[in-house]
């Protein structure tokens, strides 16, 4: 009966014992909470191993400063599997556009690379310089003097002058023979090519049998021409023109008889023609005796 209450007595010793310890534990948990400077309270239990106790609590209370450990190593992750070549980078790159994680958050990102330069201050602003416009120069008009009438620019001038040309003459009737005191006709044709309005043509007879006078003709010409300066020649148009002369002789013998002149030496309006040309024919008549 004794030793049962011995038994007795030590069980509820125990469990006072336990239960001061357990209440000194919290005051030690509640003091390190609490305390100040940078102090932190480590309430170590020492355990062999923690699956097995062999009934012994080692409880120790020490005392160290608080330290704060930031290191991060970083991580390198595996390659995923793709076609290609792997682009091995170092942990300590940052790819442009991801995160540093050693930038604190809301911090400005720090530039690599070489800084653009500031561009060049361009001129100060200011106001705008104002120029006085150049006075107008006064020139006279030139006139316009290609086909013009316009006396200012001048005389008239053919602009391209045509070429020359050789005068067609056609025998119409040339006595080859005649006698003293018979009247004979000779006619000649020949073409022109100014026009059959063109004036001014002449023609002339040279004989040179005593007793017969030369003669020479010409037509009326208006020489008002309202052209001036540089002109276009007109078109060259052939005119069939004709010559005749009625001639007696008094005398027998052989005799030249040469007729010729030129071509019109004037346009319908007056101006001068630029195809003008000259011509000219000679032939020989036998005068026989009036009896023969």
Do not use: K
Request: charged share 20%.
């Amino acid at each position: 009966m004794r030793l049962g209450g011995w038994r007795q007595g030590t069980a509820v010793a125990g469990a006072i014992g336990i239960v001061a310890a357990v209440a000194l534990a919290t005051v030690v948990v509640i003091g390190a909470l609490s305390g100040g400077d940078g102090d932190q309270r480590t309430i170590g239990i020492g355990l062999d191993d923690p699956g097995e106790t062999d009934g012994t609590t080692d409880d120790t209370v020490s005392r160290r400063p608080r330290t704060t450990s930031t290191t991060t190593t970083p991580r390198r992750l595996p390659a995923p599997d793709v076609l290609g070549d792997v682009i091995a980078r170092d942990p300590d790159t940052t790819v442009p556009g991801s995160v540093d994680p050693t930038r604190p958050v809301g911090a400005a990102p720090t530039s690599t690379g070489t800084p653009s330069p500031a561009p060049a201050p361009g001129p100060a602003a200011g106001p705008t310089p104002t120029t006085a416009p150049p006075a107008p120069t006064t020139t006279a008009p030139q006139p316009a003097c290609r086909n013009s009438d316009d006396p200012a620019c001048g005389p008239l001038a053919w602009d391209p002058a045509p070429d020359a040309y050789e005068v067609e003459v056609v025998e119409v009737s040339v006595p080859l023979r005649t006698s003293v005191g018979r009247e004979v006709t000779f006619a000649v044709d020949y073409v022109e090519r100014a026009g059959a309005d063109a004036v001014g043509a002449c023609a002339s007879w040279t004989i040179d049998a005593p007793g017969v006078p030369n003669v020479s003709t010409c037509e009326a010409v208006n020489h008002s021409c309202a052209r001036y300066g540089p002109h276009d020649p007109p078109a060259a148009l052939d005119d069939r023109l004709r010559v005749s002369r009625t001639i007696t002789f008094d005398q027998p013998g052989r005799f030249e008889v040469t007729v010729g002149g030129h071509t019109a030496t004037h346009l319908a309006d007056g101006c001068a023609n630029p195809h003008l040309a000259s011509w000219s024919r000679t032939y020989v008549v036998v005068v026989g005796d009036a009896d023969s």
